[in-house]
T-cell receptor, first 114, second 117 residues
């Protein structure tokens, strides 16, 4: 079965610093989603990547999917306290067609110190 | 704003009672919705797929008689935790895809926290 591993598990950065969160899959990723979650709350959709080498940005957050479609990274530039939360990567369980059923990574807890 | 809404946000019940959680898609129709659960400090695990007009499909290890799913309309799916026990206490989240202009966005509700005493 497919597994997603995220690293690091937790991260504390000083406000204004850049950071990167990684998500590695044991299988080729068909669709890779990034979400942010505040503890005990719902998931906020950030980005979805499908094509090898794809890169998307929204405000100060950039997500990339490698050419082999087995690894994705989420990069935050000039972090702010509002970026704090749990970041989850999710992969579509399909092997070539979208199922909309996601397997989630273990999550990365981000704290940003003012 | 939210495109998938859940109700209630939190519920506390006594052991042995049943609890219903609603998941609504706002401003769009969803023939398929998904229910996940999340234990404290753990990631989300898919429980079942809710299909409008037909039976839900459950993931391995999820008791279908315990977690009743009804997809009553194209905008509403309900999850009923029957005869709830403390081990059912968890955070339940639903998701639905909003089809449109190729954004590929899969939206999640705000979640419903269930505490069984």
């Amino acid at each position: 079965s497919q597994e997603l591993e995220q690293s690091p598990q937790s991260l504390i950065v000083q406000e204004g610093k850049n950071l990167t969160i990684n998500c590695t899959s044991s299988k080729t990723l068909y669709g890779l989603y990034w979400y942010k979650q505040k503890y005990g709350e719902g998931l906020i959709f950030l980005m979805m990547l499908q094509k090898g080498g794809e890169e998307k940005s929204h405000e100060k957050i950039t997500a990339k999917l490698d050419e082999k479609k087995q690894q994705s990274s989420l990069h935050i530039t000039a972090s702010q306290p509002s970026h704090a939360g749990i970041y989850l990567c999710g992969a579509d369980r399909g092997n070539g067609g979208a199922t909309n059923k996601l397997i989630f990574g273990t999550g990365t807890l981000l704290a940003v110190q003012p | 704003g939210a495109v998938v809404s859940q109700h209630p946000s939190w519920v506390i019940c006594k052991s042995g009672t049943s609890v219903k959680i609603e998941c609504r898609s706002l401003d769009f129709q969803a023939t398929t919705m998904f229910w996940y659960r999340q234990f404290p400090k753990q990631s989300l695990m898919l429980m079942a797929t809710s299909n409008e007009g037909s039976k839900a499909t459950y993931e391995q290890g999820v008791e279908k008689d315990k977690f009743l799913i009804n997809h009553a309309s194209l905008t509403l799916s309900t999850l009923t935790v029957t005869s709830a026990h403390p081990e059912d206490s968890s955070f339940y989240i639903c998701s639905a895809r909003k089809t449109g202009r190729g954004t590929g966005e899969l939206f999640f509700g705000e979640g419903s926290r269930l505490t069984v005493l």
